[in-house]
């Protein structure tokens, strides 16, 4: 499955509640934002000793799922937005100042 493959996919799947694209927009950010405190909320208990790497790899997919409705509903294809990601990270990287 390629990342736009599973980009419609999820966008198929979502079910948002809201009439207006700003209220859809909103539940998907949100969605992710819960997502990613599921994932620091189990960094902290790895860091008590009480790994738990299984549960981190469910929580990333549940982010990715939120991630491409959001990307979906802004209209955009995920590899799209990755290019676009992966080109204003290297222009930050090229602008940094070299290590010495």
Known sequence: ???????????????????????????????????????????RKMMRGTPDEGYLAYELGDILFHWACLVAELGQTPSAMLEQSRANIEARLAARPPST
Do not use: H, K, Q
Request: hydrophobic share 45%; charged share 25%.
């Open 1 to 43: 499955m390629t990342i736009d493959e599973y980009g419609e996919w999820a966008a198929s799947a979502a079910r948002a509640p809201g009439e207006t694209r700003a209220e859809r927009i909103a539940y998907f950010a949100l969605g992710l934002l819960g997502e990613a405190g599921e994932v620091a909320d189990n960094m």
